[in-house]
């Protein structure tokens, strides 16, 4: 085998071995159909016009790698289903969309109108006026920003996102990710310096990575969500932006620097639930008043 094709990358730049791929992850995900597919039917179902020696030396390319040899045929490996869902998601040669919407949110700091902008494939939710930051992603691949709801389409993304990071999950490789509680100067998208801290969750695998609010840490924590519940906020099921504790930094100071303590203070119904949180960003204390 040649160096360049031990690189996965040089594997699946050959078209009859992307179709390869493409194949056995379409036999995968029909119903009813047994993931694995003979050396005939995969040659078959690639409808490429080469000899079948040909086909075979791309296909053992592919082995051990992205594909697996069983006793009835060939199926794909993990590695695989992660290049076939880049591939059928249009993640690779997805179109960039230029489009906004105003929300029906209000800024915290001026008044104006939020809005939610998608460009050059990055999702952002920040004020019309002030500009202000509240949330920023890369635009996940089967959105189509001038679908049918693509805002609730982008925070439904989001959550999902903030929840495995929240949970020390890396949602892309499964490793448990690193947290660090960081401060200005070091926060970045910080550009009007009103974040007081960020939470910033790393994946040392992977290398993917997430910013959080204060607030967001402690979103899906039980404590939270029954306070906030039992005073008619459902912050399981409402856009983050539209949750002020979460959304902004307003409601976080640094009680502590030696060593670090972080208070969220969550005001509902005449009550107040302050929840501190350490260096390592776990909730060490909930005092309700």
């Known amino acids: 085998m040649e160096s360049s094709e031990l690189n996965p990358f040089a594997l699946i730049?050959?078209?009859?071995?992307a179709k390869i791929i493409k194949a056995l992850g379409?036999?995968?995900?029909?119903?009813?159909?047994?993931?694995?597919?003979?050396?005939?039917?995969?040659?078959?179902?690639?409808?490429?016009?080469?000899?079948?020696?040909?086909?075979?030396y791309h296909l053992q390319r592919l082995q051990g790698i992205f594909v697996e040899r069983v006793d009835e045929g060939y199926q794909m490996r993990v590695e695989g289903r992660i290049v076939y869902h880049a591939l059928r998601s249009g993640t690779l040669d997805r179109p960039d969309v230029d489009c906004k919407y105003t929300l029906d949110t209000a800024c915290y700091y001026c008044g104006q109108p939020m809005e939610a902008i998608f460009e050059n494939s990055v999702a952002?939710?920040?004020?019309?006026?002030?500009?202000?930051?509240?949330?920023?992603?890369?635009?996940?691949?089967?959105?189509?920003?001038?679908?049918t709801d693509p805002v609730t389409q982008f925070e439904r993304y989001c959550r999902q996102m903030q929840f495995a990071f929240t949970n020390r999950s890396c949602r892309t490789c499964g490793d448990r990710t690193d947290i660090d509680v960081l401060r200005p100067p070091h926060i970045p998208f910080n550009t009007d310096n009103r974040?007081?801290?960020?939470?910033?969750?790393s994946c040392p695998s992977c290398g993917d990575q997430f910013f959080l609010s204060a607030g967001e840490l402690i979103l899906?924590?039980?404590?939270?969500?029954?306070?906030?519940?039992?005073?008619?906020?459902?912050?399981l099921n409402q856009p983050v932006w539209t949750i002020p504790f979460a959304a902004t930094d307003r409601s976080v100071v640094v009680s502590s620097e030696e060593p670090?303590?972080?208070?969220?203070?969550?005001?509902?119904?005449?009550?107040?639930?302050?929840?501190?949180?350490?260096?390592?960003?776990?909730?060490?204390?909930?005092?309700r008043s």
């Open 195 to 201: 974040e007081v801290v960020s939470i910033y969750s």
């Open 220 to 235: 899906y924590d039980e404590g939270v969500i029954s306070f906030c519940h039992d005073r008619g906020l459902d912050v």
């Open 26 to 56: 379409d036999a995968r995900v029909e119903k009813g159909t047994k993931p694995i597919l003979t050396f005939t039917e995969l040659m078959t179902r690639t409808a490429v016009d080469i000899p079948s020696s040909h086909f075979n």
């Open 13 to 17: 730049s050959d078209e009859i071995r």
């Open 124 to 147: 952002r939710i920040q004020c019309s006026d002030c500009n202000h930051l509240y949330e920023i992603m890369g635009i996940p691949p089967a959105l189509d920003p001038t679908g």
């Open 260 to 287: 670090l303590t972080l208070s969220v203070r969550i005001e509902l119904g005449g009550e107040t639930l302050l929840v501190r949180v350490d260096t390592s960003a776990e909730i060490i204390e909930r005092i």
